[in-house]
Each structure stands twice: as C-alpha cells, then as structure tokens.
C-alpha cells in the first residue's frame, strides 16, 4: 500500500525555519519525482518544490527560491523540505505527493499524496 506521511510542521514566527519530512512506504522514492504542495485557507494548491528521482533536478516557486531547500535520502525512503526565512504568507498546510507525469508544477501530474501538515507563520 503507497503512503506518504509528511511531518515536521508547527508554528513559527517571521524568519524562523523549519524542516518538513516526507516519508514514503510501500514503494520505493528512488523511483520517482517528488513534490512539495501547499494550500493556505480559501486558496488553490500550489506547487512549491520539486525533486527528480535521482536529485539532480529540482524545481522551486519564485516565492520561495532562496528560502527553501529540498533534498531527499533514498536510503530512508523520506524527502525533505527546509524552510528558511519563514514569512506568514507562507503559512498553509503543506503536502507531498508522487510525481507521475506531466509538469512538474501542477498538482494533477501527481497521483499519490500524504495528508498534510500544518504550517503557521506568527508572531
């Protein structure tokens, strides 16, 4: 059974970090493309990182170039996201998903995704 569990939200104010974890079972991440999304309330899902199965290509918003840094341990089965210079705009429940076809920036190219996890940006 393919499952993906993000953890490593919470909260946290204005230009804090933290380190979301995205762990997968049931298949092995080595094998795909894995995507950070996010969606704050009364907003659509957006893409905000992604990394090929092999990390060498990655692909980040323009919001958040500079700031986030995603990363991956095949070995662990688990893709990362650190988060940087944290701005309350970027408060949403974060998620990852697998990357299946199609571009990389859009949500219905990815098939598998874990429930979320919460991220809170205040003071």
């Known amino acids: 059974q393919v499952q993906l569990v993000e953890s490593g939200g919470g909260l946290v104010q204005p230009g804090g970090s933290l380190k979301l974890s995205c762990a997968a079972s049931g298949f092995s991440t080595d094998s795909y493309a894995i995507g950070w999304f996010r969606q704050a309330p009364g907003k659509e899902r957006e893409a905000v990182s992604c990394i090929s199965s092999r990390a060498d290509r990655t692909y980040y918003a323009d919001s958040v170039k500079g700031r986030f840094t995603i990363s991956r341990d095949n070995a662990k089965n688990t893709v990362y996201l650190q988060m940087n210079s944290l701005k309350p705009e970027d408060t949403a429940v974060y998620y990852c998903?697998?990357?299946?076809?199609?571009?990389?920036?859009?949500?219905?190219?990815?098939?598998?995704w874990g429930q979320g996890t919460q991220v809170t940006v205040s003071s």
């Open positions: 998903a697998t990357h299946r076809s199609g571009p990389l920036s859009t949500s219905s190219s990815y098939d598998y």
